[in-house]
């Protein structure tokens, strides 16, 4: 139904055009004006944009963090713009809903969001809404160099994403293949990779806070490798990587440009609640259906939860893409995005 809509507004507006268009001047805003000295505001014919659902879509665990705020209060956008939240378990669930239309606004790793764009999916990176958070983590006292990791087994999660890849970036840095050196399992999501080292069937993992200091409380396991700290290093930043991106489609940039606007801007009001006031925060995680409030609270200073807007943050973000593009190009669907995948409101 909205697909039909947009094409008869479509429709509507281009005969609008053309009519302007040979009446020998163009009009702003879609507006054609009747030529001759009785024509006045009555006369107007102004296009606006048809009121729209939308649905955002935040992910379970520390990237939902951000948008705690948000989903807690409702909040809508306005400009005729209603907005439902989605609460979902994957990047990839995000990603299906994404392709098929359902979805307007989404958090997603920094280079799937450079992949879509480069597909020609048509979202734009509004902000980065969280950096770097992920550990080194193993109970074989033996592991204190990258290069130590030699003959190990590393648990991780994300095939193909923001991990994998820097892992990957850091082994090879180190001297070590990655495919030939270690064995990297990607079998078991996090909680399942902390009752692994718990049973002793499993003692280093690669994973991302909170569960790094579950698996410490949990089983023992110390954090002895910083990715952070090393890939600053490696790439001559003081800034830690970007990790999760807030994007807007194209098509709510155009039709309903305040309310985009107004939805990067909520997130913002959101993140410095949420880094504000991790109390109430966690108590909102929970209710939401994120997390439970006793692991949030302490988690949000570690996860990383950080509101920096796409003008700020294109240098690291291309920075970052740039090494991914290296490692893999298939990583970011095969070029760095150009400047307009970044949404400058």
Not at 39 to 62: C, F, H, T, W, Y
Not at 200 to 221: H, N, R, S, W
Request: contains cysteine.
């Amino acid at each position: 139904m909205r697909r039909g809509k947009l094409i008869l507004l479509t429709a509507v507006l281009f005969t609008l055009a053309l009519f302007s268009a040979t009446a020998g001047g163009v009009q702003e805003q879609g507006t054609a004006i009747p030529a001759g000295p009785a024509a006045d505001q009555a006369n107007r014919v102004v296009m606006q944009a048809e009121p729209i659902d939308i649905s955002v879509a935040a992910l379970k665990g520390p990237s939902g963090f951000a948008a705690a705020g948000m989903i807690k209060d409702n909040f809508q956008p306005g400009d005729g713009v209603t907005a439902d939240y989605l609460l979902l378990a994957s990047p990839l669930e995000a990603v299906t809903k994404m392709t098929s239309g359902e979805v307007d606004a989404a958090f997603l790793p920094v280079n799937t969001a450079a992949k879509l764009y480069n597909g020609g999916l048509g979202y734009k990176l509004a902000a980065v809404s969280g950096v770097g958070s992920l550990y080194m983590q193993t109970t074989d006292p033996s592991v204190k160099t990258w290069a130590d990791l030699k003959g190990k087994t590393v648990y991780l999660t994300g095939k193909g994403a923001t991990p994998d890849y820097l892992l990957r970036y850091l082994l090879i840095d180190a001297g070590l293949d990655p495919d030939n050196d270690l064995t990297l399992n990607f079998t078991a999501a996090p909680t399942q990779i902390i009752q692994l080292i718990a049973a002793g069937k499993a003692d280093t993992a690669f994973i991302p806070q909170p569960f790094a200091m579950l698996a410490e409380v949990k089983t023992g396991a110390k954090i002895v490798l910083d990715p952070q700290q090393d890939l600053m290093k490696a790439r001559g930043t003081s800034k830690p990587y970007p990790f999760t991106a807030f994007v807007i489609s194209e098509r709510l940039i155009n039709e309903h440009p305040a309310a985009a606007a107004a939805l990067t801007a909520a997130l913002a009001d959101s993140i410095e609640w949420v880094t504000g006031n991790t109390a109430d925060a966690a108590a909102a995680i929970e209710e939401i259906g994120i997390m439970t409030a006793d692991i949030a609270k302490p988690a949000i200073p570690l996860c990383g939860v950080e509101f920096i807007p796409a003008a700020d943050s294109e240098a690291d973000v291309q920075d970052f893409l740039q090494m991914l593009l290296e490692l893999d190009p298939v990583s970011v669907g095969g070029k760095l995005p150009d400047e307009g995948f970044f949404y400058k409101n």
